[in-house]
């Protein structure tokens, strides 16, 4: 990953962001990043106001993959918009979004009835009176969290280990990808290990504005992680924003202590597990698994730097054909497409990508993205799984998907 450069002046204004912006594609009212960030940051230094126009951006981090002088320019902007919204205040609808964990923890010991509520139509038109989609599903909440479910395991001890970092959709919503990724590794012979404390990794919250407490969370989040790491245990992540959150922006938007080490040491269990090919260390004794695929690259995973290792992991996988899509961003951002205001600009950012998916049946699309999968279930209609669990089957022949 190239290091990023915190120099205003060496943006040359060449465009390239812009020319780029998923956003800047579908609205005109958004000048493009390099005009919101290192322009715009120029007149902020000297005292200009935030402009509220810095909204639109979904911190994709398109503009930090394009820039090639490293600008760190989705940085740039989430700053920008922490002092706009701590200054004209924020709306409900803004502090429910950023505080998903927090909104689950309140939900999950009335889970089931927690979803049903979230459907019902009642209930849909408050949400929409305080500026939530109506649109759109909202995610449910899993029956049993993954951090639950991983207190029941019983894992077979090895002497390799590796930290986990669950983060919050998989905890609430999306449990069998933590699970899936646990069996990967044990027939590779791993012990995974789920440090207690771990906290959000604070993307919604730095989308949201509420910088500070994602500060608070990275801080948290890194003593838990820094004393594994220290001991020469990699950490995880199945989802790659949070897996950006640890990589990168821990450092670039917090520089709090421990950043450093530990995103030299944390990996995407894809990038992982390719890894472990690559070595010679994987344990390859597959089943035929079977089944047509189509990739979606979550915007997250392209700014890490590591190429698309899912794809080249399944290549190795008997009997699996998986063609990836390459058709950009996917238009949820995390919590930015379940804004009503911003749902109909998160749709026709991923319109190609919908567009694609028809054109090509498959059994399902893989990304490595939780919210990427439910933006291509809502948009496309169709089954949407962590590539993991097609690595599962190779080694679990009855194991269903």
Known sequence: ????????????????????????????????????????????????PADAALAYCT??????????????????????????????????RDWILAHGEHMAKLAMPAQPLSNLGMANPVTRRMLKAIGIAGSRPLPRYAPRTFLRSFGKLRQQPYDDKVVFFPGCFINYNDPQVGLDLIAVLQANRYEVLV?????CCGVPLVTGGYLEEGGKAARRNLAVLADHVRRGVPVLTACTSCGLMLKQEYGELFGADGAGEVAART????EF?????????????????????LYHAPCHLRAQ????PALELL????????????AGCCGIAGSYGFKDDRYDISMAI???????????????????????????????????????AVVRKAYEPGYKL
């Open 305 to 308: 730097g590591i190429g698309r």
């Open 273 to 293: 597990l390719l890894e472990l090919h690559d070595q010679g260390r994987l344990n390859t004794a597959f089943t035929p698994v079977g089944g047509k695929y």
């Open 350 to 388: 991923g319109r190609e990508l919908f567009a694609k998916i028809k054109a090509a049946p498959a059994d399902a699309v893989l990304a490595d993205c939780g919210t990427c999968r439910l933006q291509i279930a809502h948009g496309a209609g169709v089954k949407a799984l962590h590539p993991i």
């Open 315 to 326: 290549a190795a996988l008997p009997g699996v054909a998986v063609t990836d899509l390459d």
């Open 195 to 199: 440090p207690p404390g771990l906290a």
């Open 267 to 270: 990996y995407d269990v894809m």
């Open 1 to 48: 990953m190239k290091k990023c450069n915190t120099n205003l002046d060496a943006c040359t204004a060449c465009a390239s962001c812009t020319a780029l912006c998923p956003v800047a594609a579908v609205v005109r009212d958004f000048p493009g990043p390099k005009l919101a960030g290192p322009a715009a940051e120029r007149h902020r230094l000297a005292g200009a």
């Open 59 to 92: 911190n994709c981090k398109t503009c930090d993959i394009t820039c090639p002088s490293g600008v760190p320019v989705a940085a740039l902007n989430m700053r920008a918009r922490a002092g706009h919204v701590k200054k004209h205040g924020r709306r409900l």
